[in-house]
């Protein structure tokens, strides 16, 4: 049961009482994929602010979660503690903190509205219709990124795709055929993504690795929040093109000769 604490007016605030966009410090951890430890580290070494307190509950927000993937992002190109406070350390010389955060906070959570997941290895297996010896599936699984090992869960940065492979099982398409068709889609939208990213921000090329000035950086932040909207509806919008095609092409001509096969008996 969750221990209520005090907040800044008086009433008690429990952890199920959160807002959304509000987190717990396990809650942040498990939302960035790290460690509480790792995040307690970070707010110490002064790259990661502190906790808004309610009583005795630290209250963490999507700033924070911002912050956190760009860390862990540093991270994972090899730059150190170190070297990433004094990266942040230069962007805010000298600059309005507001349009380097609001940049930061684009770049993270532009196109990443859902939160991740934790299923279970009994889980994935009702949900597949595997069974519990389909270690091999389930390695493909995570060699594709839909899923990640957590000790002895796993962890979907995007429910949705799990949902939806889970309704193609139940329409019957196996398991296999899934990951090849996922793998498929995976590297041609990786493409297309990649081109429409190029062609948005090629006109801020010219500042190469230096930081460019507040207005553009806060011309940037608002065209990559109007990407989103864009590139779903473009992507929406071709892949159903594509359907259409692919069901004259593959059931038109089927559905032409059954229905020529029957006129031909009926004369």
Request: glycine residues 6%.
């Amino acid at each position: 049961m969750n221990n209520p604490t005090s907040n800044r007016r008086g009433r008690k605030t429990s952890k199920s009482q959160l807002a959304d966009g509000e987190y717990t410090i396990d809650d942040l951890a498990r939302r960035c994929s790290t460690t509480v430890r790792n995040i307690r580290a970070y707010q110490d070494r002064g790259i990661l602010e502190s906790p808004e307190k309610r009583g005795r509950l630290g209250v963490y927000f999507d700033s924070h979660a911002a912050r956190l993937d760009i860390i862990n992002n540093l991270l994972d190109r090899g730059y150190s503690i170190d070297n990433i406070r004094e990266l942040l350390a230069a962007w805010t010389d000298g600059r309005n903190l507001e349009d380097i955060l609001g940049l930061e906070k684009a770049i993270a959570l532009a196109f990443s509205t859902e939160a991740p997941r934790e299923y279970s290895l009994a889980d994935l297996v009702k949900m597949f219709g595997l069974n519990s010896s389909s270690k091999s599936m389930i390695d493909e699984a995570v060699k594709l990124g839909l899923i990640e090992r957590k000790r002895t869960k796993f962890v979907a940065p995007s429910p949705r795709l799990i949902e939806a492979g889970a309704q193609l099982i139940k329409l019957g398409m196996p398991f296999e055929e899934i990951l090849d068709l996922l793998r498929l889609l995976r590297g041609n939208v990786q493409r297309a993504a990649d081109g429409l990213v190029k062609i948005a921000v090629a006109r801020f090329d010219e500042f190469g690795d230096e930081l460019p000035p507040s207005e553009t950086i806060r011309e940037l932040s608002q065209l990559i929040w109007q990407l989103r909207p864009l590139a779903h509806q473009t992507i929406r919008a071709e892949a159903e093109l594509a359907l259409n095609r692919s069901l004259r092409n593959f059931l038109g001509d089927r559905l032409s000769a059954v229905i020529e096969n029957m006129q031909e008996e009926q004369s």
